[in-house]
């Protein structure tokens, strides 16, 4: 995902800088040219030769580091410029305060003043270094200059606080430095609404009718459309899934629940993909009480659940895209179609259960993109991959609002 991308990693004097290298080998492995610039407080927790081995650049502390033939280079100012990304972490509070009143005096702080791209700081200290209100001026005027800082985790500190400053997970991180360059963001400026995961339809205080949607199909959607530089507003049944880092994601259990949140998002929305699997009937009444069993069968009246796709395609605004989804066992393309015409989407992108390596639970999708103008047949790809196919069509066939209003 990161492959022909420069990433910059700057290590400052934290107890958490060991945890750098593993960013750094997640980094390598996904194909991104990691370089990595500590300060010599930093390489008393590692060692550059480990950022070295494992990144196969050369580490450097200071700009006088540099060797003569790099003269030509100017390794402070390429690395800078040439960066995607760069990410300070653990940034400390000396290294905060610097890059904040614009002092240079090490590698770290020099390559960073040049930059052009997305800069990431993570504070990383003691809890009461970090309320300093100092700490925090500084802090805020990096916000203010545009650096994107990413917020300290709670919990057990190395000097034996427990508060803010522990530097996140490294996947975090990676996931940080992803949404900041790996894509093109060419969904920029636009709210993306994705539903995604089973509805819960409860009969009394103890059960629920469901399904065996895993939502990977829907968060995976989400995580394309915020790498892609989306407004990202994921409605999601329950999953095991951890919500996507920059995305608002509304939880909910039943398909009412989910109608009323998605058909609120999408007032504001660009593009609209229902990805969940909603239930079509709901329990006609919810017992108070747990149903007890008793002698013979037992039935349970169903009411029908608004059709949310229906409802979208029925109030579509100018210029606003719905895309849904299809999930059958038999006469794919026919049945996927006649959605298509029937609930006035834009796309439907069709899926076959009985198909190996598509569907619930599984990692990978065999899509079929269904449209007006005739169908694509997908091959087999990861759900992260199907994702951005998908968003790439809708570009291909969305009509600029710009131009629809001029
Ligand atoms: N859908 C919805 N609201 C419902 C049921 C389905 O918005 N109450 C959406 C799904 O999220 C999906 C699309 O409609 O995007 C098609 O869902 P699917 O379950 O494949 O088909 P149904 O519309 O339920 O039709 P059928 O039961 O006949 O297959």
Redesign the pocket.
Known sequence: MLTGKNILLGVSGGIAAYKMANVASMLTKLHADVHVMMTRNATHFIPPQTFEVLTKNKVYLDTFDEAPDDAVHVPHISLGTGADCILIAPATANVIGKIANGIADDMLTTTVLPARCPILVCPSMNVYMLENPIVQDNIGKLKRFGYQIIEPDEGYLACGYEGKGKLPKEEELVERILLACACEKDLSGKHVVV?AGPTEEPLDPIRVITNHSSGKMGYALAKAAAYRGAKVTLVSGPTALEKPIGVERVDIHT?EEMYQAVTSAAETADIVV?A???A?YTPATVADQKIKKKEGDLSIPLKR?????LSLGQNKRQGQFIC????ETENLLE?SSA?LSKKNADMICANSLTQEGAGYQVDTNILTLITKDGTEQLPMMSKLEAAHRIFDKILSLQTPRETEEA
């Open positions: 539903s398909a229902m969940a699997a909603v079509d659940t608004k059709d949310i796709l849904g989804f299809s999930m049945n959605k």
